[in-house]
């Protein structure tokens, strides 16, 4: 079993629809997340970074984390074709480097 | 734009070669990481210098190695290149210590024919 998992989409909706991304992970120490937007061929660019459970929103994005099911989702408002993008979630331990996930495709159709 | 800098952006040479990928990080970030992105790996971890010296160590072959300099930009030395290592490699900074946001540079896409 890999430490983090994402479904690798490609995912694809219509303009405007709510967007749910998700990561799965197996190491209970992680207690560090954050969620990145990678563009084709692009540095990956971040877009939440939480800490422990709970949830942040951030104008359109909302990140949660549920420490008990080791589960962390990333929701997209109002989603726009500009969203098109893979999204990755990567997390980590005190002390430890961060562990990315393989990346969701999301695809934003006008 | 991240305020990470790289160089250069792509990079074409042959197998058994030896490149240098070139990092600048953010301004003020002791921490740079090294990632090498394949189209069937993901984002692989390298290697991480926190101000001049070596913190952690990842997948790194070695055959690669790295080093942090006074101004805190880094490098990426691959040698006896081959095939699978065309990848897009990307250099990341933060301000302090492994568990603080990591921002991205725009990567350097190298190409072994």
């Known amino acids: 079993q890999k430490e983090v998992e994402q479904d690798p989409g490609p995912l694809s909706v219509p303009e405007g629809a709510i967007v749910s991304l998700n990561c799965t992970y197996s190491?209970?120490?992680?207690?560090?997340f954050m969620w990145y937007r990678q563009y084709s061929r692009k540095g990956p660019e971040l877009l939440m970074y939480?800490?422990?459970?709970g949830n942040k929103e951030d104008g359109r994005f909302t990140a949660q984390v549920d420490k008990s099911s080791k589960y962390i989702s990333l929701f997209i408002r109002d989603s726009q074709p500009s969203d098109s993008a893979t999204y990755l979630c990567?997390?980590?331990?005190?002390?430890?480097?961060?562990?990315f996930g393989p990346g969701t495709r999301l695809s934003v159709l006008p | 734009d991240s305020g990470v800098t790289q160089t250069p952006k792509h990079l074409i040479t042959a197998t058994g070669q030896r490149v240098t990928l070139r990092c600048s990080p953010r301004s003020g970030d002791l921490s740079v990481y090294w990632y090498q992105q394949s189209l069937d790996q993901g984002l692989q971890f390298l290697i991480q210098?926190?101000?001049?010296?070596?913190?952690a160590k990842g997948n790194i072959l070695e055959r690669f190695s790295a080093q942090q300099f006074p101004d805190l930009h880094s490098e990426l030395n691959l040698s006896s290149l081959e095939l699978g290592d065309s990848a897009l490699y990307f250099c990341?900074?933060?301000?302090?210590?492994?568990?603080?946001?990591?921002?991205f540079g725009p990567g350097t896409r190298l190409t072994v024919l």
């Open positions: 190491n209970s120490a992680f207690q560090y």
């Open positions: 210098y926190y101000n001049g010296e070596e913190r």
């Open positions: 939480t800490y422990s459970s």
């Open positions: 990341a900074s933060s301000p302090l210590t492994s568990t603080d946001t990591q921002y």
């Open positions: 990567a997390m980590s331990a005190w002390g430890q480097n961060f562990v």
